[in-house]
Structure formats: structure tokens, C-alpha cells
């Protein structure tokens, strides 16, 4: 069992940079393929970043790609998030999740989240 908790956000202006990191505690880390998401208010659960266990692989969604970089340190227990170039229409709550097979089901699933940290990139 793995806890998760975010941190880094914050407000920062457009075009500005900003890099949210993910703790966690208990568990195996290097065990879970981690994940980054979003929301905003009213809007629902948006994909942003995915990578795999070993750190040698990545996805990301077409809003954020080619300014975004996801990468973890499992000697430290960590996932972070680089985003550069911010625009307004990033500000979200952004969760970091660990995923795995629930055997429940067979299948890959994010199945622990972290509570979320806020970015708000202003105009």
C-alpha cells in the first residue's frame, strides 16, 4: 500500500513554468505506473501525462505535448511533472495516481490517488 501527496503548485503567469512533484510513502513504489491528471471547475477528469514503471516510457495528451515532461525517480520515491510555456487554460486542480492491475477485473487501473495541489496561471 502506497500514499500519495502533491506538491508544487501554485499561481504563475502565462508562458511561466512550473514543476509538481509526487511523494510517496509506503508501498513499492517502482511497482505502480504513475499518472498525472486534472480538473477544472465544472470540467471533468483530464488526462495529462502517464509513465511507466521503470521511468522508460511516456504518454501525454495533445494539450500539453511538446511542453510538458513526466519523469520519476524510484530511488527517491518520486513522479514529477515540468509543464512550460503555461496558458490560462491549464489552471486545474492536478492529481498524481498510481496504476495496476486490479485482479478484481484484469485490468490496468488508477486505483490511488494523491489529494491534488492547484495550479492558476493568470493572464
Known amino acids: 500500500q502506497v500514499q500519495l501527496a502533491e506538491s508544487g503548485g501554485g499561481l504563475v503567469q502565462a508562458g511561466g513554468s512550473l514543476r509538481l512533484s509526487c511523494a510517496a510513502s509506503?508501498?513499492?513504489?517502482?511497482?505502480?505506473?504513475m499518472g498525472w491528471f486534472r480538473q477544472a471547475p465544472g470540467k471533468g477528469r483530464e488526462f495529462v501525462a502517464a509513465?511507466?514503471?521503470?521511468?522508460?516510457?511516456?504518454n501525454y495528451a495533445d494539450s500539453v505535448k511538446g511542453r510538458t515532461t513526466i519523469s520519476r525517480d524510484n530511488t527517491k520515491n518520486t513522479v514529477s511533472l515540468q509543464m512550460n510555456s503555461l496558458k490560462p487554460e491549464d489552471t486545474a486542480v492536478y492529481y498524481c495516481a498510481a496504476r495496476y492491475v486490479v485482479l478484481a477485473t484484469n485490468h490496468w487501473e488508477y486505483a490511488l490517488w494523491g489529494q491534488g495541489t492547484q495550479v492558476t496561471v493568470s493572464s
Open positions: 509506503g508501498g513499492t513504489f517502482s511497482d505502480y505506473a
Open positions: 509513465i511507466t514503471r521503470g521511468g522508460d516510457g511516456a
